[in-house]
């Protein structure tokens, strides 16, 4: 049975790598896990609110987790009550399909952290936002994020 | 050997459907595929454009496809050099990992119909365009098609 579990894992994603989706990454860990915590302070501008969307999407199509916990951050820069109306549009469309987004602000937040509930943790240096903005729209990886190019970051993930 | 084989299919997707994307319909028919023709009258807006780069991405991911030929057509209203230029772009993009994708205009084209290389026909009544435009863009399917909800449409899958 071991051989089926999930493994700690160290690694860098270097500039320019392709091949990385929250699927490919976070998948294996979803197992038997009905909540999670994503702790990353930027969750504001409407890019890094779709990069969260698509962690959703995945949870939603990969999982079997019914509560997802988002705690990020804002500053004088932020748009909060766009932030809010989007991110309250996208609680309203994982209600109608049962899951609960629960959402915090905590100006004092920091680091990135996503935790689950069956004990693993996954930290990305960067948070979602580990990927190159594409040089053009009308490019390959502009909708399928494997096959868009990444900024360099480190992934650990760990169960405590 | 014969069950690994793909078989003909003619279904429905209804309006209101989930759980439909270009990967879930298309990809058992593209093994032992080097050459794929897509002719939808319909690759011109840009949203039209992002599902044909989405069916590239789909294509690049889970094909041995070399060769894309895509005969698209316009009319009195379609900015025709912006569509140009767009799907340049798209062209440069594959062209850089040894994918050809060669595109045709033809104003008579009317009917929509994917041909592989390898003997198969997909036919989907409304082409690429058969899922419903989001309520807000901070939903769950704005990124994942499968998640996104379907206008109601045909398909024909069989083998010349």
Redesign the interface.
């Known amino acids: 049975m071991l051989k089926d579990q999930p493994k700690e894992k160290h690694f860098t994603i270097f500039y320019g790598d392709t091949g990385y989706s929250y699927e490919s990454i976070m998948r294996p860990y979803f197992k038997g896990s009905s909540g999670i915590t994503i702790e990353d302070p930027y969750i504001r501008a409407s890019h890094q609110?779709?990069n969260f969307?698509?962690l959703?999407?995945?949870i939603?199509?990969h999982s079997t987790i019914r509560k997802i916990n988002l705690v990020t951050s804002f500053d004088e820069n932020t748009n909060v009550s766009e932030m809010r109306d989007?991110?309250d549009?996208?609680k309203?469309?994982?209600l109608e399909?049962d899951i609960v987004l629960d959402i915090k602000l905590d100006q004092n937040l920091h680091d990135r952290e996503i935790r689950l509930e069956n004990g693993w943790t996954i930290k990305i240096g960067r948070g979602l936002d580990f990927y190159q903005k594409p040089n053009?729209w009308?490019?390959?990886?502009?909708?399928?994020l494997?096959?868009r190019k990444c900024l360099e970051t480190k992934v650990d993930i760990f169960k405590e």
Chains 1, 2 share one sequence.
């Open positions: 609110i779709q969307i698509r959703c999407e995945t939603v199509r989007s991110l549009e996208l309203q469309s994982l399909i053009s009308f490019e390959l990886g502009v909708n399928d494997s096959l």
